[in-house]
């Protein structure tokens, strides 16, 4: 398993997204589980705080859609409404133990 992990929200988003994708498509097909570090503030998807991001207003947070895409990877099919923000890390766990 390789664990948490997460970028800053000072890192410009499109080499955040980048690398972040990197990882997510190669951890999986090594058979390594994953997780984002953090669902919110700085290193988070949901009111992160980033300078470069368009946000999508969700239950009065913001959440940077692109990155919650790239998290939920090919299993993606939970929408917003499905979670809630204190068990939203869970979202982000990789389905590949």
Same mark, same amino acid.
Request: aromatic share 14%.
């Given at each position: ?18 690398? $972040? ?5 190669? @951890?999986? !097909?090594?058979?390594?589980?994953? /997780?984002?570090?953090? &669902? ?26 692109? $990155? ?5 990877? @090919?299993? !993606?099919?939970?929408?917003?409404? /499905?979670?809630?923000? &204190? ?11």
């Amino acid at each position: 398993m390789v664990g948490e992990f997460g970028a800053y929200n000072k890192t410009p988003c499109p080499v955040a997204l980048c690398w $972040m994708k990197d990882y997510v498509d190669l @951890w999986p !097909a090594a058979g390594w589980g994953w /997780a984002i570090w953090n &669902s919110t503030g700085p290193m988070g998807i949901i009111d992160s705080d980033r300078a470069d991001v368009e946000y999508e207003n969700w239950h009065s947070h913001k959440v940077a859609r692109e $990155m919650l895409t790239l998290a939920q990877g @090919w299993k !993606a099919g939970l929408s917003l409404t /499905a979670m809630a923000v &204190s068990g939203a890390k869970d979202l982000f766990q990789s389905r590949y133990r």
